[in-house]
């Protein structure tokens, strides 16, 4: 167990609808990192997040946003879903900025079928 | 730009033989971080090791050990005698201080290992 939690576990919802997947990090890690897995696009970075404030964004599509709670969870929006959006997506924490040097522990993940 | 190849896509063992998990990274910056993770059939990522640009000792841990050699930019993974249990995809992955925290993974490698 990573000690890193991620609601729901499975998500099966239609496309053009909304969804909010959760991640609440390790006890005092202040980073989050999202990560979406899929079988074209294999794991890819989506968007991290240190101290509620956004630090660094990847291939992450506009319909997506994010954000980083006082409480340091965070929540990832997925907006006008597409059948393409179907993954596994995964939430990571680590300690802190330290530009690369944080080993990143992972959630679960939140599997997400978009029928 | 960082890139991670894992050219094995899939192995195939029998149980107590030893297998080798190839990864070779491409990155210019001089100081960056290497990592293995492994991802059993339940779908989690589980950190096994982070090894710095900066030392080159290999590792050893129980079973697994890990071989660094900046002079071909590899970080393969050794698991000696495996185990069934030991089936799993299992992924390579850099970060360094210009990209920042995120992380580049390989495409992995799903290794079977059959009783």
């Known amino acids: 167990d990573s000690g890193v939690t991620q609601t729901p576990k499975h998500l099966i919802t239609a496309t053009g609808q909304r969804v909010t997947l959760r991640c609440s990090p390790r006890?005092?890690?202040?980073?989050v990192y999202w990560y979406q897995q899929s079988l074209d696009q294999g794991l890819q970075f989506l968007i991290q997040y240190y101290n509620g404030e956004e630090r660094a964004k990847g291939n992450i599509l506009e319909r997506f946003s994010a954000q980083q709670f006082p409480d340091l969870h965070s929540e990832l929006n997925l907006s006008s879903l597409e059948l393409g959006d179907s993954a596994l997506y995964f939430c990571a924490s680590s300690g802190g900025l330290a530009g690369g040097t944080d080993t990143q522990y992972f959630g679960p993940g939140t599997r997400l079928t978009v029928l | 730009a960082q890139k991670v190849t894992q050219a094995q896509t899939e192995i195939s063992v029998v149980e107590k033989e030893d297998v080798t998990l190839d990864c070779v990274y491409e990155t210019r910056d001089t100081t960056y971080y290497l990592f293995w993770y492994k991802q059993p059939p339940s779908g989690e990522l589980v950190f096994l090791i982070r090894r710095n640009s900066f030392d080159e000792q290999n590792e050893i841990s129980g079973r697994y050990s890990w071989n660094f050699q900046k002079s071909t930019s590899s970080f393969n993974f050794t698991i000696t005698a495996s185990q069934v249990v030991d089936s799993a995809v299992y992924f390579c992955?850099?970060?360094?201080?210009?990209?920042?925290?995120?992380?580049?993974f390989g495409e992995g490698t799903q290794l079977t290992v059959n009783p």
């Open positions: 992955a850099l970060s360094s201080k210009t990209s920042g925290s995120r992380l580049t």
């Open positions: 006890s005092g890690d202040l980073s």
